[in-house]
């Protein structure tokens, strides 16, 4: 009896360079099966573009016909109808009507970069529009996650009679209902997670809502706030609002915003979030946004941005003031329009992010016994699904987020409970994150290899972040030259290879732990070394260094480049 293809067993592939456990001790796999090498081949054949860049794009799943879109993603072909979200058509007409009337909006956003973001860009839209916007960003110790009612009635005695929350709202029933109550229209721009009972309000556009058949699920709040500013602009030009005298804004030239807040928040760097992040880039180095400018300078980046800029100096520092009640600092640095105010608050916002670390899930308690807090998760492990469940159970007051990020309010003598809770609810899926112990090789190549030009060519395949990994590169059987320590706990090195061609590398935080281990006890000797390529700029001049992820011993066995 012959049995069909599909129910044969499938051996495992070999592990890259032989390389099972590391010194971090992980294994290494070739990231391309057989079948993604075929496609890597037809790319590079096709589109004639270097194996190397060939290789990173089929680990990405791109396919033959897809390679131009992804190499040059444009916002022009990926932007959807808005009215595809559920609920858009509503949300813009009384945003429109708002406009057309000069009513007082109010905007409520989240303390988080993707909040700050979202806030900044419909206030300077709104504010082209001739409205002066009330912006409240609530205190992430004494008010917590989301729309509260005390804030609500605040803006409703300031006149607000539209209500816009930006990055929260999806689960705050009773206060958005006090807004209601209070004779406020309220429109919710989110995308955190859903539960079963919707807020009343006029307008909810979440593509996470459970009848919204957009798939624009993987996009930042920051990115939904773009798309619906696109349709009230189209609403506003069919009521001729536009005009010589007040033109219509160029929202392409926002992408800074929505650029930060997307990688900031750690959505997919898929569709429609790749082009806004890399037109976005591309609009950070043109330098002509004043809030975006100092938060970079005070940031002491001294070349062009990338995303993992944006995700590890500049959004930390926008997160900095929520983390000690100075919620607003962010949105004010990204309105302001004075170059010495902007960079007064970058330089607050600097000092800020100095003293204060970034932990797993912070609750402060207030002296009447209620807590808030937030928490940030890991790779598969969703800690919006576990809040939800537990406002649900009744643990918590209230509480949302997605997948990676959350926010809570709950009862002092309820702390405990609700660390065991998520300790239960999260297990499984910490376990399974943690057994995932493989380090994805894109391809090895020599030291001789590793160039600018190289580097500029792998990039085409950005930007890298969530969804869209940055290409990892291994360096077969190199001689360790050079290992000192630099900075904070890093360690620079120096590889060789067999013609003599020299490498330079960081292994960043590596001192005391596995890798830096590693590297101390091989100098001298020969390693593979897997990493990934960063243009280092120092005193205007530009170098190519590996960013050392791991390494490990080489076998007898011959080391092949592929």
Partial sequence: MTLPASALPIEAPAAFLGVSHSATGKLWRDRLDARGAARALAIAQRHQLPEMLARVLAGRDVELDAVQDFLDPTIRKLMPDPYTLTQMEVAADRIADAAVRAEKIAIFGDYDVDGATSA?????????????????????????????????????????????????????????????????????????QCGDELPDADALVNPNRLDDLSGLGHLAAVGLVLVTLVAVNRELRVRGFWSAEMPEPDLLGMLHHVALGTVADVAPLIGLNRAFVAKGLIAMRRRDHIGHTALMDVSRLNGPPEAWHLGFMLGPRINAGGRIGRADLGVRLLLEGDVSEAARIATELDRLNTEFSRPA????????????GSGRSIGGVDLGRAVRQAVKDGL?????????????????DRLAEFRAYMEIALAHDVAQSRHVNEVLIDGAVSARAVTAEFAATLNRAGPFGSGNPEPVIALPSHQLVYAD?????HLRVRFKSGDGAIVNGIAFRSIGQKLGNALG????????????????RWQGTERVQLRVLDVAAPDQGPAVIR
């Avoid at 918590?396 to 002092?412: D, F, I, N, P, S």
């Fill in 485 to 489: 320590e630099v900075g904070q706990a």
């Fill in 361 to 372: 899930f912070a609750i402060a308690l207030e002296p009447g016994g209620i807590g808030t």
């Fill in 396 to 412: 918590l007051m209230k509480g949302g987020g997605h997948a990676m990020a959350a926010g809570v309010t709950l009862r002092k």
């Fill in 120 to 192: 900044a860009l419909l206030a300077w839209h709104l504010r082209h529009c001739g409205l002066d916007p009330l912006i409240h960003i609530p205190d992430r110790i004494f008010e917590g996650y989301g729309p509260n009612v005390e804030a609500v009635r605040m803006l409703a005695g300031k006149g607000a009679t539209l209500l816009v929350t930006v990055d929260c709202g999806s689960t705050s029933i009773e206060p958005l209902a006090e807004a209601r109550r209070l004779g406020m229209s309220v429109i919710i721009i989110d995308h955190h």
């Fill in 521 to 536: 006890a091989h100098r001298g000797q020969l390693l593979h070394v897997a990493g990934s390529l960063a243009v280092d």
